[in-house]
């Protein structure tokens, strides 16, 4: 993307609290406007610091940040319009939800008309129309979070920023409250800047997932992306479940490779991020990508000890010992003329050279 | 709780609905058929008695040192026995005089006997000089007047009892002395309280206001409120930054100041007030150095001490910490979050400050200036090390009662007076504020 359509844009942009290490270290990113980016990434790694960053409540080291085109480096957070919906949602527990929702309102000498007008329209998005006069605490978490949704949105900002908006709901509740945010978002066309260390959430909602670790951005990219074809051993354990099986590069040839494992198995692997024969690498492999009793025609021909098996509905987990490693998991789909399989049974595995990727060591 | 109120909403099926059988009354049965409130008390029952149990030794304690002395003192403001302790048959017979003229002369033969007896008694309340003591309030000077006379009694030995009586003494030749030796003669009187808010009995037993010399007490309790409440304000206006900085700083940073705050606890308070006078005093601390520096002359030093200046600031600093702890308390339970999202939908610092972090703070302000308030409007040690004559405040008055002019029935009239008032105060405050809101951390 071009750097003057960029939305919100972070140049170079480090962070120190203490003077001794960086919690973010070079950071560049840029967002278009309209889009949904999720920031990824284990907690302490730095996440909520940038979302600061961005908001004004924090400095930032060293490095500039633009919002739409400016620098907002010295522009103090209430000039700024971001809506922000924090954590533990900050709802003012002595205003009630209405006066929670008028309050941005207020402050920019609304009406009092198109005040109420527009508070009542927030509400009603977020379902909870009839709700106004109730106290925060009078809520659900739930509705604790919608109002928190909605009061980041009431006045109409064009970047919210969101700092692990779901973290307090169960499992239930989020994922309804994940596709809710998702619709808003679209139906608002608001840009979203969101932060969550589920990977899950951030696979479903978002346009483009920056996966941080460390302070560092390991990866930005569509969720299909990330899944598919991880740039580094991080992202690939990060995201999703993965096999990792360790060794040693024996020939390159393009974008292929050929591994030789630690009990001497040999490998045909993709080439992502490895660069000389001799190095050490660990393969990548999907669960869902490994086959049992598998066609002739992939490149990768093994066996397998069985050493459990966990039945979870439409697939079942297979853990066996594959050339030297028990933690070996794969997903066979639950169909009617699948092969009864039993544990301390010995079966042949396989898999395309393409679904396994030969990445850097952690 | 909420771990309850969770299961219900998972695990709820038919048979835990209609679980409750009830009997023909309605009301809910156990399914052993005893009565649900019943086997409720049985099982808690156990749990209870224990833990009154355990709050028995405070129970006890709160008896015998608030309940009872409280009690005592409102019983001895309107209760003094004087006149019937020292003059027990008399003070039957002149309740049948009617106040004109002079009561019979037997009452004046009982009066005169009575007094002879009382001459020999060395038991403490009944001697003449009780009587004397408690004539004497009612009429000023009157004392010397009894204990003069009872020397000179055993010289009458006969009647006519009146004649001699006045032969003794030519004052005793007044119905005043006469009508006030009458009320006297009752236990119970409200004297005292009339005396307390600056009014009193006139020679025809009705009720006026003191003379103006003697009108010290209401306006000492106005004074008293007033300072206290000055007091109070200024230990706000202190606390609240305090406390805010406090309750931002790193917890190592705000635990050492947290401990500063705390010092003055941890020094007698004597030691703290005598501190203040070697600062304030006109030779002290800050005189000196104002002249040094030149601000004003040698001769013109500031009275800051022995006055009403002085007990404001002695007890401001002695309060303060008062304020602080519930502050900080509240303070520190408020997020960042709370101020950080105002700002963020655009209220400025200052705004964000009056609307979200202000109104969350009153819990601990409301509990902070009761506290400092209800302390202050009966201090009693540092107004009376600082406070001059000035500076006194009703707690130094009644201590004065109690200690030295031993009128422990004025003293505890006073102190009931403040008791009412305190109570009255936290009525009100109570209604305004909602002492459900209070937060002392
Ligand atoms: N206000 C602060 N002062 C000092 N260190 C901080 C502060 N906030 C965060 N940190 C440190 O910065 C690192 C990153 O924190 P944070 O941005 O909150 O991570 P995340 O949101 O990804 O969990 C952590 O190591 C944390 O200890
Ligand atoms: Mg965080």
């Given at each position: 993307m071009a750097a003057n359509d960029a939305f919100v844009r972070f140049e170079k942009v480090q962070k120190s609290y203490d003077g001794e290490t960086l919690v973010v270290k070079d950071l560049n990113l840029d967002i278009a406007k309209g889009e949904f980016v999720t920031m990824l990434g284990p907690s302490g790694s730095g996440k909520t610091t940038c979302l600061m960053m961005l908001a004004g409540f924090e400095p930032a080291t060293n490095g500039d940040i633009y919002l739409d085109g400016q620098s907002i480096n010295h522009v103090p957070p209430h000039k700024r319009g971001i809506g922000m919906v924090f954590q533990n949602y900050a709802l003012f527990p002595h205003m009630s939800v209405a006066e929670n929702l008028a309050f941005p309102l207020q402050v920019r000498n609304m009406s009092k008309a198109e005040t109420q007008e527009k508070v009542q329209r927030a509400l009603d998005m977020v379902e909870l129309g009839i709700f106004g006069d109730r106290r925060p605490a009078q809520l659900?978490?739930?509705?604790?979070?919608?109002?928190?949704?909605?009061?980041?949105?009431?006045?109409?900002?064009?970047?919210?920023?969101?700092?692990?908006?779901?973290?307090?709901?169960?499992?239930?509740?989020?994922?309804?409250?994940?596709?809710?945010?998702?619709?808003?978002?679209?139906?608002?066309?608001?840009?979203?800047?969101?932060?969550?260390?589920?990977?899950?959430?951030?696979?479903?909602?978002?346009?483009?997932?920056?996966?941080?670790?460390?302070?560092?951005?390991?990866?930005?990219?569509?969720?299909?992306?990330?899944?598919?074809?991880?740039?580094?051993?991080?992202?690939?354990?990060?995201?999703?479940?993965?096999?990792?099986?360790?060794?040693?590069?024996?020939?390159?040839?393009?974008?292929?490779?050929?591994?030789?494992?630690?009990?001497?198995?040999?490998?045909?692997?993709?080439?992502?991020?490895?660069n000389s024969v001799g190095e050490r690498t660990s393969l990548s492999l999907r669960p869902e990508r490994i086959e049992i009793d598998p066609p002739k025609s992939m490149q990768n021909q093994l066996t397998g000890d069985i050493e459990e098996l966990i039945y979870l509905g439409d697939h079942i987990r297979v853990r066996m010992n594959v050339a030297g490693n028990s933690e070996f998991i794969v997903k066979v789909r639950n169909r009617a003329d699948k092969r009864e399989l039993n544990e301390g049974q010995k079966v042949n595995i396989g898999w395309n050279s393409s679904d396994c990727k030969a990445l850097d060591v952690l | 709780m909420r771990i309850l109120i969770d299961c219900r909403g998972k695990n709820m099926t038919s048979t835990t609905l209609d679980q409750g059988n009830t009997n023909a009354d309605g009301v809910l049965l156990t399914s052993d058929g005893i009565p649900l409130k019943q086997k409720l008390v049985q099982t808690t029952k156990k749990a209870r008695s224990r833990a009154f149990l355990l709050t028995l030794p405070l129970v006890l304690f709160l008896i015998i040192s608030f309940v009872v002395p409280i009690g005592q003192m409102l019983f001895r403001s309107v209760h003094n026995p004087a006149g019937t302790n020292v003059l027990p048959n008399f003070a039957v017979a002149i309740k049948n005089w009617d106040g004109i003229g002079f009561p019979s002369e037997e009452t004046f033969e009982l009066f005169v006997k009575d007094m002879q007896i009382a001459r020999k008694n060395r038991e403490i309340g009944k001697t003449?000089?009780?009587?004397?003591?408690?004539?004497?309030?009612?009429?000023?000077?009157?004392?010397?007047?009894?204990?003069?006379?009872?020397?000179?009694?055993?010289?009458?030995?006969?009647?006519?009892?009146?004649?001699?009586?006045?032969?003794?003494?030519?004052?005793?030749?007044?119905?005043?002395?006469?009508?006030?030796?009458?009320?006297?003669?009752?236990?119970?009187?409200?004297?005292?309280?009339?005396?307390?808010?600056?009014?009193?009995?006139?020679?025809?037993?009705?009720?006026?206001?003191?003379?103006?010399?003697?009108?010290?007490?209401?306006?000492?309790?106005?004074?008293?409120?007033?300072?206290?409440?000055?007091?109070?304000?200024?230990?706000?206006?202190?606390?609240?930054?305090?406390?805010?900085?406090?309750?931002?700083?790193?917890?190592?940073?705000?635990?050492?100041?947290?401990?500063?705050?705390?010092?003055?606890?941890?020094?007698?308070?004597?030691?703290?007030?005598?501190?203040?006078?070697?600062?304030?005093?006109?030779?002290?601390?800050?005189?000196?150095?104002?002249?040094?520096?030149?601000?004003?002359?040698?001769?013109?030093?500031?009275?800051?001490?022995?006055?009403?200046?002085?007990?404001?600031?002695?007890?401001?600093?002695?309060?303060?910490?008062?304020?602080?702890?519930?502050?900080?308390?509240?303070?520190?339970?408020?997020?960042?979050?709370?101020?950080?999202?105002?700002?963020?939908?655009?209220?400025?610092?200052?705004?964000?400050?009056?609307?979200?972090?202000?109104?969350?703070?009153?819990?601990?302000?409301?509990?902070?200036?009761?506290?400092v308030f209800i302390l202050a409007i009966g201090y009693y040690i540092t107004p009376a090390l600082v406070g001059g004559e000035d500076g006194l405040l009703i707690s130094n008055l009644i201590a004065y009662h109690i200690q030295k002019s031993l009128n422990w029935s004025l003293g505890a009239a006073l102190g009931t007076i403040l008791l009412v008032v305190v109570l009255v105060l936290y009525w009100l405050y109570n209604k305004l504020v909602g002492i459900d809101k209070l937060s002392f951390g």
């Open positions: 659900s978490g739930g509705q604790q979070q919608r109002v928190a949704v909605a009061r980041a949105l009431v006045f109409e900002p064009d970047l919210v920023l969101m700092d692990e908006p779901l973290g307090a709901l169960d499992k239930q509740l989020r994922e309804q409250m994940q596709y809710e945010i998702k619709h808003i978002h679209e139906r608002l066309g608001v840009t979203v800047v969101y932060v969550t260390h589920d990977q899950t959430e951030a696979l479903t909602m978002s346009d483009r997932v920056a996966v941080f670790e460390d302070g560092v951005i390991q990866q930005l990219s569509s969720a299909q992306e990330l899944y598919e074809n991880p740039k580094n051993a991080f992202v690939a354990q990060f995201i999703g479940e993965n096999n990792k099986l360790l060794g040693v590069v024996e020939k390159i040839k393009g974008d292929d490779c050929t591994v030789k494992l630690d009990d001497g198995t040999i490998i045909q692997a993709a080439r992502i991020n490895v | 003449v000089g009780n009587l004397a003591t408690r004539m004497n309030y009612a009429i000023p000077g009157s004392r010397s007047l009894f204990t003069s006379t009872s020397r000179k009694l055993s010289t009458i030995t006969e009647g006519p009892y009146k004649e001699a009586l006045f032969k003794i003494d030519k004052k005793w030749d007044n119905q005043i002395i006469w009508r006030n030796l009458k009320r006297v003669s009752s236990d119970y009187t409200i004297a005292f309280y009339l005396a307390a808010l600056d009014h009193k009995y006139d020679d025809n037993g009705n009720i006026v206001a003191a003379e103006e010399l003697y009108q010290i007490y209401v306006s000492n309790f106005f004074k008293t409120l007033r300072l206290s409440a000055i007091i109070t304000f200024l230990c706000l206006i202190i606390a609240f930054p305090v406390s805010y900085l406090l309750s931002v700083l790193p917890l190592r940073t705000s635990n050492l100041l947290m401990i500063l705050v705390l010092l003055p606890f941890w020094t007698s308070l004597l030691v703290r007030t005598t501190a203040w006078i070697a600062i304030l005093q006109t030779q002290g601390v800050i005189n000196d150095i104002l002249v040094f520096i030149g601000l004003i002359s040698d001769d013109g030093r500031i009275q800051m001490i022995y006055n009403q200046t002085g007990t404001i600031i002695a007890m401001v600093h002695i309060l303060l910490p008062f304020m602080i702890l519930p502050l900080f308390s509240v303070m520190k339970t408020i997020p960042v979050s709370y101020m950080r999202a105002a700002r963020s939908m655009g209220a400025t610092p200052f705004t964000a400050y009056r609307r979200v972090y202000f109104p969350l703070t009153l819990p601990g302000i409301a509990a902070g200036t009761l506290l």
